[in-house]
T-cell receptor, first 112, second 112 residues
């Protein structure tokens, strides 16, 4: 089946620290991969995506590279800010299917 | 542009009662989805609809029903609520064959 496993949270960092949130997946086909972010009290928003192997998605200083050989899509940011505090979800979508399969989410808190 | 509107934003419901969560989108997206979000489990797909007039079961459909009479509306009905249906419910939509999903703000439902 198709599944996504994320790094256990919560994660607490100081401002300007380096961030990595791990994400690995299992898929029967060739998935597109996504990171969604959920700020407090809001719905999910697309943060970045990658649709094929070796693609790098980037947005707002966040990056993730689609690694087919390790079935991973780890989220990174070089210097986090307090405003990055949120819950981050890794997700996959199999080609030809609209349904998204989500990981369990990782709560990130950035302290000033 | 409103995007996706969910109603109500929160509700406390007695067990055994019937409840319909409303979802309306104004983006003319073909596909719509209902997810539930539970701590430690991420988002799980309840039901989906690829186009008006069609629906399908997701990962956790039991106890829920949906209808898609037109492109804009995708209500989710709990015929007889149970406490295990206490959750935050998110409606989402996407353009058919596009991979980004847009989410509503969520409905927090508590069944007592």
């Amino acid at each position: 089946g198709n599944s996504v496993t994320q790094m256990e949270g919560p994660v607490t960092l100081s401002e300007e620290a380096f961030l990595t949130i791990n994400c690995t997946y299992t898929a029967t086909g060739y998935p597109s991969l996504f990171w969604y972010v959920q700020y407090p009290g809001e719905g999910l928003q697309l943060l970045l995506k990658a649709t094929k192997a070796d693609d790098k998605g980037s947005n707002k200083g966040f990056e993730a590279t689609y690694r087919k050989e390790t079935t991973s899509f780890h989220l990174e940011k070089g210097s986090v800010q307090v405003s990055d505090s949120a819950v981050y979800f890794c997700a996959l979508q199999i080609q030809g299917a609209q349904k998204l399969v989500f990981g369990q989410g990782t709560r990130l808190t950035i302290n000033p | 542009i409103a995007g996706i509107t969910q109603a109500p934003t929160s509700q406390i419901l007695a067990a055994g009662r019937r409840m319909t969560l409303r979802c309306t989108q104004d983006m003319r997206h073909n596909a719509m989805y209902w997810y539930r979000q539970d701590l430690g489990l991420g988002l799980r797909l309840i039901h989906y609809s690829n186009t008006a007039g069609t629906t399908g079961k997701g990962e956790v459909p039991d106890g829920y029903s949906v209808s898609r009479a037109n492109t804009d509306d995708f209500p989710l009905t709990l015929a007889s609520a149970v406490p295990s249906q206490t959750s935050v419910y998110f409606c989402a939509s996407s353009v058919l064959e596009n991979t980004e999903a847009f989410f509503g703000q969520g409905t927090r439902l508590t069944v007592v």
